[in-house]
């Protein structure tokens, strides 16, 4: 890759991702984790819980989803265990999350299907997950790589803003970054990308402002259309 100075006017090193991924271990080692991360450490790794998990995190802050999920798993953990509970109540149990309605039937949908299609036992097929209610590339590739520990690359606002601001991508979408990423990214780090860029993105390098003087990775990052940074 082409070197070239930043907003900073640094000479910039060789992007090096294993370089990269180093230092951001260091860095998000003091920042909490991104929500699902944080319930698979809490012991709440099944599929079921993780494809949950995901779809409550949908356009809702990791400090929403961690208690919201948490009341939901403390009265349902299974397919079957949701759809003993009434709509009323887990209509209650998501409210503070976005869209909770809408969510609420998801998930009840997709509870119901599970039980229809694989007794209750969710596959791990991208495919098959994305046909359920709520479930999107984002969300297959949580449950992948969190509940079943198969390799995949989840990409969130973060994780594609932050892959064209280091230069590694040169994309539009997520979509887009999803795809190239799978072209180009050592498979060590296909979890792990989204573990440390959520983290990364929302206290560090934010959409807004970055704090690129006092980054560890700013003799990396290209800062690929940043104009105002801290």
């Known amino acids: 890759m082409e070197e070239h100075a930043g907003p900073d006017c640094l000479p910039k090193e060789p992007f ?19 929500a ?12 079921f819980e993780q494809l949950v998990a995901a779809v409550i995190s949908v356009r809702t802050r990791d400090e929403t989803t961690l208690p919201v999920a948490e009341a939901l798993f403390a009265r349902a953990r299974t397919p079957e265990e949701v759809l003993n509970l009434s709509p ?49 590339p984002k969300v297959a590739g949580l449950v992948l790589a969190l509940g079943f520990g198969v390799p995949a690359i989840a990409v969130d606002v973060h994780v594609h803003r932050i892959t064209n601001r280091w230069g590694y991508v040169s994309t539009r979408t997520p979509e887009q970054t999803r795809a190239e990423l799978y072209e180009r990214l050592p498979r060590a780090y296909w979890v ?26 700013l003799s990396q990052c290209r800062q690929v259309g940043v104009t105002d940074h801290g």
């Open 88 to 136: 009323e109540e887990l209509e209650r149990l998501l409210a503070p999350a976005a869209f909770s309605e809408a969510k609420a039937r998801q998930i009840r949908a997709a509870s119901a299907l599970i039980l229809e299609r694989w007794n209750g036992a969710l596959p791990a097929d991208a495919d098959a997950l994305r046909s359920l209610p709520g479930v999107g």
């Open 192 to 217: 792990e990308i989204n573990e440390r860029l959520v983290p990364f993105g929302k206290f560090v390098c934010t959409g807004r402002r970055p704090k690129c003087s006092t980054c560890a990775l």
């Open 36 to 47: 699902l991360f944080e319930l698979r450490d809490r012991g709440r790794r099944t599929p």
């Open 16 to 34: 090096d991702i294993h370089a990269v991924f180093r230092r951001l271990r260091r860095v998000c080692a003091a920042l909490p984790k991104a």
